[in-house]
T-cell receptor
Framework: AQSVSQHNHHVILSEAASLELGCNYS??????LFWYVQYPGQHLQLLLKYFSGDPLVKGIKGFEAEFIKSKFSFNLRKPSVQWSDTAEYFCAVNADMIYNQGGKLIFGQGTELSVKP | GAGVSQTPSNKVTEKGKYVELRCDPISGHTALYWYRQSLGQGPEFLIY????????DSGLPNDRFFAVRPEGSVSTLKIQRTERGDSAVYLC???????????????FGEGSRLTVL
């Protein structure tokens, strides 16, 4: 069965610090990969996505992620975090899209990021 | 509306009661998903519709849970004989349902928070 593992449950950083959140998935075939963010009191929003091509993808608000196929990883990075980045971050994988239109996303357990001003 | 709409936003019920949660997806989206999110966890897949039919219901925990989408738009998640363990935020999401590029990019609603006393 597909699964997604996020290494860190809670990360605390000071403003301007660099961020890297780990994400590994278990599926040997072609995948679509996503990072979603959930700000306090808000719904899940797409941060960035990888479908194919350049393994380094850029998303909103200065976030980027790198797909490393050999490591089954899709880590999220940001060079300099802001207080407003405080949120919960979820990595997700879709391994169904070849066989089913759309397919379902499997989410990791989430990483809570707290940025101190 | 422009986004995914879920009602009610909050539902408190007693153990053993029947509950219905409603989702109105983004207009034109053929794929609709139900997830369940418990505190401190990532969204857990329940069921996914492509049009009117359930394309994948492998996440439904037991036969107390049922979902319908009779006209391929609005969906209702139905929970019979609720238990305290059913307490969670129930998330609905929709997507274009297209295969390939864009597959799996989900747009989430605010969720329905269910509390079973």
């Amino acid at each position: 069965a597909q699964s997604v593992s996020q290494h860190n449950h809670h990360v605390i950083l000071s403003e301007a610090a660099s961020l890297e959140l780990g994400c590994n998935y278990s599926y040997g075939g072609t995948v679509n990969l996503f990072w979603y963010v959930q700000y306090p009191g808000q719904h899940l929003q797409l941060l960035l996505k990888y479908f194919s091509g350049d393994p380094l993808v850029k998303g909103i608000k200065g976030f980027e992620a790198e797909f490393i196929k050999s490591k089954f990883s899709f880590n999220l990075r940001k060079p300099s975090v802001q207080w407003s980045d405080t949120a919960e971050y979820f990595c997700a994988v879709n391994a169904d899209m070849i066989y089913n239109q759309g397919g379902k996303l499997i989410f990791g357990q989430g990483t809570e990021l707290s940025v101190k001003p | 509306g422009a986004g995914v709409s879920q009602t009610p936003s909050n539902k408190v019920t007693e153990k053993g009661k029947y509950v219905e949660l409603r989702c109105d997806p983004i207009s034109g989206h053929t794929a609709l998903y139900w997830y369940r999110q418990s505190l401190g966890q990532g969204p857990e897949f329940l069921i996914y519709f492509q049009g009117t039919g359930a394309a994948d219901d492998s996440g439904l925990p037991n036969d107390r849970f049922f979902a319908v989408r009779p006209e391929g738009s609005v969906s209702t998640l139905k929970i019979q004989r609720t238990e305290r363990g059913d307490s969670a935020v129930y998330l609905c999401a929709s997507s274009s349902g297209l295969a390939g590029y864009g597959a799996g990019e989900l747009f989430f609603g605010e969720g329905s928070r269910l509390t079973v006393l």
